[in-house]
């Protein structure tokens, strides 16, 4: 089982930059495909983007495509989204999650993840 812990939330203004790390510990890091979603007040939880095991392969949503990039350290056990030009409708909870699957699949929506990280907080003012 894979724990996780997200970190860099916080209130930024319109077009700022932010990125925040997800934290992996419990299992080798490398077996677990990674995605980051986002749920704001109201609203659905919603996939952002995923990286395959190796980091070879990753998967944005058309909401985040160009603005948001995910990475990953294998080394460090690390997961990453880099999110630049914000915008006030990016305020949500955002979340980093672990999928431990086989084959080459990656998920791109909640359900095909096993493992969650407690969120954090990122606020957009206008």
């Known amino acids: 089982q894979v724990q996780l812990v997200e970190s860099g939330g916080g209130l930024v203004q319109t077009g700022d930059s932010l990125t925040l790390t997800c934290a992996a510990s419990?299992?080798?890091?490398?077996?677990?495909?990674m995605g980051w979603f986002r749920q704001a007040p109201g609203k659905e939880r919603e996939f952002l983007t995923a990286?395959?095991?190796?980091?070879?392969?990753?998967f944005d949503s058309d909401s985040v495509k160009g603005r948001f990039f995910v990475s990953r350290d294998n080394t460090k056990s690390t997961v990453y989204l880099r999110m630049s030009t914000l915008k006030p409708e990016d305020t949500a909870v955002y979340y980093c999650a672990a999928s431990y699957q086989g084959g080459s699949h990656v998920p791109l929506s909640e359900g095909g993840y096993e493992f969650w990280g407690q969120g954090t907080q990122v606020t957009v003012s206008s």
């Open positions: 990286i395959s095991r190796s980091g070879s392969r990753i």
């Open positions: 419990g299992v080798p890091f490398s077996m677990y495909v």
